[in-house]
């Protein structure tokens, strides 16, 4: 495996752009699979794009995890949040490793074009499989421009020997993506 840099937080408003809301809406992208009420682990929140989408969708009755292994991508998701008049209840987690440690299991996980940076793709799968409920999905997207084809097929088969199921390969401008579930 290639080893890929983190996105610094400089990039953090190119990731919040107009145009990056209008080709990866988080509604569009992901209604198909989370409902009110759930309760959703954001792998990689960065500045809170999947976050806030997603906080919309479940409702104050569901919970997010906003995860990431920066301190500052943490606050500046945090600020988007405080924006707004949403009640969804957010926990904010920084995490130095591949899975947040909490107590509850969780109906999706969302790793948009995060897996690539993870230390360990492994240790990712295996602590997601763990903490996702039976019939609950995970979505990962990975970016055409930084990993290829190849690298791709590799983070499928790490990801199916913890025991994920494929659902499916669902098509998103400048992305690779799949959906497994449990």
Same mark, same amino acid.
Do not use: C, D
């Given at each position: 495996m290639t080893e890929h840099s983190i996105c610094p937080v400089s990039k953090?408003?190119?990731?919040?752009?107009?145009w990056r809301k209008?080709?990866?809406?988080?509604?569009?992208?992901?209604?198909?699979y989370i409902r009110k009420g759930n309760t959703v682990v954001d792998m990689g929140c960065g500045p809170?794009?999947?976050t806030l989408g997603i906080a919309k969708m479940i409702g104050k009755t569901g919970k997010i995890y906003a995860v990431d292994i920066q301190k500052?991508?943490?606050?500046?998701?945090k600020e988007q949040i405080n924006k707004?008049?949403?009640?969804?209840p957010i926990e904010y987690i920084l995490c130095n490793n591949s899975f947040p440690k909490i107590a509850e299991y969780v109906d $999706?996980? /969302? =790793?948009?074009?995060?897996?690539?940076?993870?230390?360990?793709m492994?240790?990712? $799968?295996? /602590? =997601?499989?763990?903490?996702?409920k039976p019939g609950g999905f995970c979505y990962i997207a990975e970016p055409i421009f930084h990993v290829n084809e190849k690298e791709f097929q590799d983070t499928l088969?790490?990801?199916?020997?913890?025991g994920f199921k494929l659902k499916e390969f669902p098509r998103v401008l400048l992305s690779r993506v799949v959906v497994f579930y449990k």
């Open positions: 953090a408003k190119k990731l919040n752009s107009w209008m080709i990866h809406s988080p509604k569009r992208l992901l209604k198909k809170g794009l999947f500052e991508m943490l606050e500046l998701t707004t008049n949403i009640s969804t $999706f996980i /969302l =790793a948009f074009f995060v897996v690539h940076e993870l230390p360990s492994s240790e990712f $799968f295996k /602590l =997601a499989y763990q903490k996702l088969e790490i990801a199916k020997t913890t």
